[in-house]
């Protein structure tokens, strides 16, 4: 006679079972992903960051010389209808303002009258082998090193533009949430204000404006010179190793 199982006695081996099955593949899981991190290739490590204006650069320098004339805690605060409003802290004064776009102008200024010279060579413009040969080797080694050197001052110098200009724009805003209840004539006192920032502005943008086009010639000058440097070495007579002369045999 077959016996009836006792459904109390069969629930725990499924249970079991199930729970055997869990196990085996949480293990299994676990471990092929140990195996995973343990063959995985290292990631190199983060590049350290370098600063676009070096300190140590002339650029540099000047803009630091602006920083030791103001207090590297000063903050700026306005009567709002709310209450005070803080100048963000970007802005160290308007004379600290004024001074980097001193600075930047200057910049600008000696980068159009030291480079612009490249530009003037016409580079794009050679039409023939006669026209590559006739440039000296050096000189397009010397100019394409210019050109090179003219993109790491125009990154700085924008960079600092980018920086000031955006400063001078988020004090302008503040300036408009100013209330002067004290002030007859508070209108225009804001006025003024927000127009001698604008003024200061527009200078160094008219200065920026020029560079920034300069920028451009002098990236179609390096596209040029890269190429004519290669065409020179290819089909130029080298002036350091003329080609021997060529002797007639002699006739008996």
């Known amino acids: 006679m077959r016996q009836a199982h006792d459904p109390c006695c069969v629930a725990p081996k499924k249970g079991y079972l199930a729970l055997l099955i869990a196990l085996v593949l949480g293990f299994s899981s676990e471990a092929g992903l140990a195996q995973r991190r343990q063959f995985a290739p290292a990631q190199p490590p983060a590049a350290p960051r370098i600063p676009v204006i070096s300190e140590t650069s002339p650029f540099g320098i000047a803009l630091s010389s602006c920083d030791k004339a103001q207090e590297d805690n000063a903050e700026f605060a306005l009567p709002g209808l709310k209450g005070e409003i803080k100048l963000d802290r970007c ?143 290819a089909i130029c007579f080298s002036s350091k190793a003329q080609p021997a002369s060529v002797v007639s045999p002699a006739v008996n």
Request: proline residues 2%; contains cysteine; neutral net charge.
């Open 91 to 233: 802005y160290r004064g308007r004379q600290h303002l004024a001074c980097r776009f001193d600075k930047i102008m200057a910049e600008g200024n000696s980068m159009i009258e030291g480079f612009t010279r490249i530009v003037d060579e016409k580079y794009p413009d050679v039409g023939n082998v006669e026209g590559i040969c006739k440039i000296d080797l050096d000189k397009l080694v010397k100019d394409f090193e210019g050109t090179v050197e003219f993109g790491k001052l125009f990154t700085a110098v924008r960079t600092e533009y980018d920086a000031r200009v955006g400063c001078a724009n988020k004090v302008k805003q503040s300036i408009r949430d100013v209330t002067l209840p004290d002030l007859l004539q508070a209108p225009e006192v804001l006025k003024s204000m927000i127009d001698a920032i604008e003024q200061d502005v527009n200078k160094v943008t008219a200065v920026q404006e020029q560079v920034a086009g300069l920028s451009t010639r002098i990236e179609v000058s390096q596209k040029s010179l890269a190429v004519l440097q290669k065409l020179h070495r």
